[in-house]
């Protein structure tokens, strides 16, 4: 019962913080609705997309680059989130949450599943949006697509765990844009499909078959077509599972995470 | 009933420099005890020990008899900390930051609700209960720090240097209001502090850090006769330090 209490508790703060900050909220839409408005726009008429499953027909642009959208959304609040974890341990506020009596590993768990949270509630609102100008799945995915978000997210939450406990300074976390979030969603399907890509480079391509958002991509572009890929959720699952070990032995006390000072 | 705190033999080091050496001390149920040392001392140090934010290689440290490297869940649910930085969330009220400290103990909505009614009753805060956290002043944050330590009703609470930067009154105040605990509730009080003029002579007791190590401890008298000095204020000039 005090772990599901806890639990709560921690969504809950992360649910009203989020909410509390408009900025941050607006951001995490604008960013993907100029993608979709602008660029997929423009390149509407550049970029042919043959038909490949989940799609049984030609679509246009803007609607192929929807579940790399969706991606980018969480992408950007798994860093986001644990920008805020660097910044709180930098302030002390995550002491609080550290000193807690559960054990470490749940109360990390609790933080991640929190940002999924934050996360899927930024992806409905912008699939809200694109829906408004058009750029719609099924009205069945919407819901089907819910469990490859939950996945996506522990993989990308998870990894942004493991950021936070390795980045020692908040000043370091530019590197992080530059060195993971960049080749994360450039390197991926998220923008063309893999047999574009390989017409262009193969090396690009296999780099993209080797990155892990690729089949986070491709579980949510299949997920919105009530379609199960196999390969993607295993590849999901598989590094979510290993990013989070990796991030709950981050946070361990045998690390000393917590900035050392004098006195 | 087990002592409050028990740290025997602990030792903790970053890097080549030693922070603290074999450190023990003890602080009994309901009593304050102020662990009083010049900045570099080694206090914040064995506070993230004994709050298990670092692992404790060397030596011991029990609350209430729970040994915090076997069995942390049980040592830490007894324990309430204040830290030396604010560490408020400012952009939720005061009543969302004490219900995320009771949920991260566990406690029902109901019984939480209970608690927060009683903690800023006490405090002389109802009425701010709405307001912003970065809406309040210092002092008034730092009680809510404390309330939010006293939600899960714990046996020792731990204070690093809570009264820095606050006015003189305040820290008055301050000091005042947990003394109280001590006497009215039997909550057993560590309070880290480079401040003299904070002890209270006739009742504190003291354990003195100097360098990572324990040069005394008992009552404020034991520690000076201990240290060979008069008075307080001249207690840290005999260990080669500035006065506060």
């Known amino acids: 019962m005090s772990w599901l209490v806890c639990l709560q508790g921690i969504v809950w703060r992360e649910l009203l913080r989020f909410l509390n900050q408009r900025s941050r909220f607006i951001g995490a839409l604008v960013r993907p609705l100029i993608w979709l408005l602008v660029f997929a726009t423009g390149f509407r008429a550049a970029l042919g997309v043959a038909i490949a499953p989940p799609y049984e027909t030609y679509i246009p642009y803007s609607l192929y680059i929807l579940p790399g959208l969706v991606g980018m959304v969480q992408l950007f609040n798994a860093m986001q989130s644990s920008l805020s974890m660097v910044y709180d341990r930098e302030m002390g506020s995550m002491r609080v949450l550290l000193i807690s009596p559960l054990p470490r590993w749940y109360l990390i768990t609790c933080k991640l599943l929190a940002g999924i949270a934050v996360s899927i509630l930024q992806v409905y609102a912008f699939l809200a949006v694109a829906w408004a100008f058009d750029d719609t799945a099924p009205p069945l995915g919407y819901l089907t697509v819910l469990p490859a978000l939950i996945a996506n997210g522990v993989m990308l939450g998870a990894l942004g765990l493991l950021l936070s406990s390795l980045i020692r300074q908040l000043e370091n976390f530019a590197g992080v844009m530059n060195f993971v979030v960049f080749p994360l969603f450039f390197m991926s399907t998220a923008l063309y499909p893999l047999w574009k890509i390989q017409e262009g480079s193969d090396v690009l391509a296999d780099i993209c078959a080797l990155n892990p958002f690729t089949y986070g991509v491709e579980l949510i572009r299949f997920a919105l077509y009530g379609q199960f890929d196999g390969i993607s959720a295993l590849v999901v699952v598989g590094a979510g599972v290993v990013l989070l070990t990796g991030a709950i032995l981050g946070y361990s006390p045998s690390r000393g995470l917590i900035r050392r000072k004098a006195g | ?244």
């Not at chain 2, 004994?50 to 440290?61: M, Q």
């Not at chain 2, 991260?104 to 109901?110: Q, V, W």
């Not at chain 2, 939600?151 to 000091?175: F, K, N, S, W």
């Open chain 2, 1 to 244: 009933m087990s002592t409050a705190l028990q740290v025997s033999g602990v030792g903790y080091s970053f890097g080549p420099r030693r922070a603290l050496d074999d450190v023990s001390l003890s602080v009994e149920p309901a009593s304050f005890t102020a662990l009083l040392g010049p900045n570099g001392a080694g206090k914040s140090t064995l506070f993230a020990l004994a709050t298990r934010l670092f692992d404790c290689r060397e030596g011991s440290i029990s609350i209430l008899g729970h040994d915090l490297g076997c069995q942390p869940s049980q040592a830490l649910a007894c324990l309430g900390v204040v830290f030396q930085e604010p560490t408020l969330d400012l952009d939720l009220t005061v009543v969302q930051n004490l219900r995320y400290a009771a949920a991260l103990h566990g406690l029902p909505r109901r019984e939480s609700e209970r608690r927060i009614e009683r903690e800023l009753t006490r405090f002389g805060l109802l009425d701010r209960r709405h307001d912003k956290a970065r809406g309040l002043n210092g002092g008034h944050r730092r009680r809510i720090e404390i309330a939010r330590a006293l939600m899960h009703e714990p046996a020792l609470l731990l204070l690093d240097e809570p009264t820095v930067g606050l006015d003189v009154p305040t820290r008055r105040q301050l000091i005042e209001q947990v003394h109280r605990l001590c006497r009215e509730d039997g909550i057993a009080v560590l309070w880290a502090t480079h401040l003299v003029d904070e002890l209270d002579p006739a009742s504190d007791r003291v354990v003195l850090l100097h360098r990572g190590r324990v040069h005394a401890q008992g009552s404020v008298a034991e520690v000076l006769a201990a240290v060979g000095t008069s008075d307080l204020r001249s207690l840290f000039d005999t260990l080669g330090e500035e006065p506060r």
